[in-house]
């Protein structure tokens, strides 16, 4: 089955540090890739997408993700992170009409 | 665009009572998608529609719930009888052709209903 996996359930990072979300998909022909941000009680926000062309795609807030085929792989970057960034993101991937998500990774940015 | 609209934001229930959960999509949004959101589980797909028909309700957990679109502004999620283990939050989404759906684009959420079955 097509599916997407999240290595980390929790990252935790110093302010101003850069971080990286991990997240791997099983090998399929085409492959349409995403990450979502769910702030405390809120619902999910797109925060970028890939569907083809480059590479290296970029989203809101200054993150930023790579889609790697030979590692099957889809990180999540940001270079220096927010208190504000402390959130959970979800990395997805459409399958026809439906997306299917990650178990989510818990971002707690400190001070 | 005030996004996808979704109410109540909270529901407090007694175990056997009927909950009605409703969501307004995105206008011109053809697509519209019911989630349910728990710690053991994470994100559950329940039912999704397009153009107003659904299209696969393999995720609803039982007979218990139900999901209706009559228009392309308006949906609904039943549970009759509710128990405590519907509690969890429930998302609706919509995605539209310029969105796209699953492989095209991505979808916009509403801010989600908190349904607490006592």
């Known amino acids: 089955a097509q599916s997407v996996t999240q290595l980390d359930s929790q990252v935790p990072v110093f302010e101003e540090a850069p971080v990286e979300l991990r997240c791997n998909y099983s090998?399929?022909?085409?492959?349409?890739l995403f990450w979502y941000v769910q702030y405390p009680n809120q619902g999910l926000q797109l925060l970028l997408k890939?569907?083809?062309?480059?590479?290296l795609v970029k989203g809101i807030n200054g993150f930023e993700a790579e889609f790697n085929k030979s590692q099957t792989s889809f990180h999540l970057r940001k270079p220096s992170v927010h208190i504000s960034d402390t959130a959970e993101y979800f990395c997805?991937?459409?399958?026809?009409?439906?997306?299917?998500f990650g178990a989510g990774t818990r971002l707690f940015v400190k001070a | 665009d005030a996004g996808v609209i979704q109410s109540p934001r909270h529901e407090v229930t007694e175990m056997g009572q009927e909950v009605t959960l409703r969501c307004k999509p995105i206008?011109?949004?053809?697509?519209l998608f019911w989630y349910r959101q728990t710690m053991m589980r994470g994100l559950e797909l329940l039912i999704y529609?397009?153009?107003?028909?659904?299209?696969?309700d393999s995720g609803m957990p039982e007979d218990r719930f139900s999901a209706k679109m009559p228009n392309a502004s308006f949906s609904t999620l039943k549970i009759q009888p509710s128990e405590p283990r519907d509690s969890a939050v429930y998302f609706c989404?919509?995605?539209?052709?310029?969105?796209?759906?699953?492989?095209?684009?991505?979808?916009?959420f509403g801010s989600g209903t908190r349904l607490t079955v006592v």
């Open positions: 989404a919509s995605s539209g052709p310029g969105t796209g759906g699953g492989e095209a684009g991505g979808y916009t």
């Open positions: 090998s399929s022909v085409s492959v349409y």
């Open positions: 890939y569907l083809s062309g480059s590479t």
């Open positions: 997805a991937r459409g399958v026809g009409f439906k997306t299917i």
């Open positions: 206008s011109g949004h053809n697509s």
């Open positions: 529609f397009n153009n107003n028909v659904p299209i696969d």
